[in-house]
Every structure is written in structure tokens, then in C-alpha cells.
């Protein structure tokens, strides 16, 4: 609760001092546990050069196959799906589809307004690794496309509409024992 509270302060601080985070879709919390939930909140913290926000698309990264899209009242909910070759067992239940995107649309985010779009994630076995979800910001009149993934070397900020990401932490002990 305290590191949410922590990180959405940090977010509201880049919007009011007007740091280059101003003109990008955001992970408000980039620090997610490898193999575990964790709480994916994009937040869109403007329209499209004065226009509305109505719709907001996020590209599930193929990595994760477990994803639950929090409901946003006053939008529409959609996703959609893609096949798992092969399909993937856990905790007993077999998934053959997962999602590939997940689509709010009806509502309207004015041009100086900020909002999450939140989903829960597990997160791949993967220690370290940065993970980013391609998001198209539809408006009123045309769109952004905060899709740009850095090259080996670049930072995220350099770029005109990079991605929104997470990093995975250090992997867990394995479960079991005595």
C-alpha cells in the first residue's frame, strides 16, 4: 500500500514539474515480481494535442498468459484473444487462449485530465527482466502510439512515445520443502 502511494506520488510530481514523463503513457509502478500478480497501472496523463481520450488499447507481451482487466466505470471493457501453442496447465486449469489486448472505449478523459487503466499480471519466471505493454491512446481526433521498445543501450526516455514497462525482481526460492 505504502510503495502504491509512493509511486503515485512520484507519477503526480513528474506531471507537475513537467519532467519528460509529461508526454508518455506511464507504468505507475515498475517494480514487479518475477513469477508472481502484480497490479499493471498505465496511466495516460493527457489527451491527443487538445483532444479527448476515448479509448485506450494495451498489447498483452506474449510472456504473460494470465491476465484480469479491472472494470472502469463509464468505459467499455473488451479483449482480444490468441491461441497458447502449446497450451499451458496451471494450478490444474489448461488454458489453449489468453489475452492479446485488452480495449476500454466510451468513455472520455478530457485533454488536462489524468486516469489508470489497471489490469493484474502474472508475471513471467523471469528475473530481471523488463517487460513492456504497447498502448494506443485513441482520442477524439487521432491518436498516440506509445509503442517505441529502447534499443540495446538507449533510455525509455529518450524516446518520442515509448512503451510503458515493468521489470521483474530477483526470482522467488522455489516453494516446497520440509
Known amino acids: 500500500m505504502t510503495r502504491n502511494l509512493l509511486s503515485s506520488a512520484v507519477f503526480a510530481a513528474c506531471l507537475v514539474l513537467g519532467s519528460s514523463a509529461w508526454g508518455h503513457a506511464l507504468s505507475v509502478d515498475k517494480d514487479a515480481p518475477a513469477g508472481g500478480w502484480h497490479l499493471v497501472q498505465i496511466g495516460i496523463p493527457h489527451g ?3 483532444n479527448a481520450t476515448t479509448g485506450v488499447r494495451i498489447r498483452i507481451p ?3 498468459f494470465m491476465v484480469r482487466p479491472e472494470v472502469k466505470a463509464g468505459w ?3 479483449m482480444n484473444m490468441r491461441k497458447m501453442q502449446p497450451p499451458i496447465t496451471s494450478e490444474g486449469v489448461t488454458y489453449s487462449e489468453s489475452i492479446d489486448e485488452i480495449i476500454w472505449r466510451g468513455g472520455e478523459l478530457g485533454d488536462l485530465e489524468f486516469d489508470r487503466f489497471n489490469f493484474l499480471a502474472l508475471m513471467p519466471r523471469k528475473a530481471n527482466a ?5 498502448t494506443i ?3 477524439v481526433e487521432g491518436e498516440n502510439k506509445w509503442v517505441e521498445v529502447p ?3 538507449r533510455n525509455w526516455g529518450s524516446y518520442a ?7 521483474t525482481g530477483e526470482l522467488p526460492p522455489p516453494r516446497g520443502g520440509n
Do not use: R
Open 48 to 50: 491527443c494535442a487538445g
Open 62 to 64: 506474449d510472456d504473460i
Open 76 to 78: 467499455d471493457l473488451s
Open 130 to 134: 523488463t517487460i513492456y505493454f504497447l
Open 137 to 139: 491512446q485513441e482520442c
Open 151 to 153: 534499443e540495446e543501450g
Open 161 to 167: 512515445h515509448p512503451a510503458p514497462f515493468v521489470t
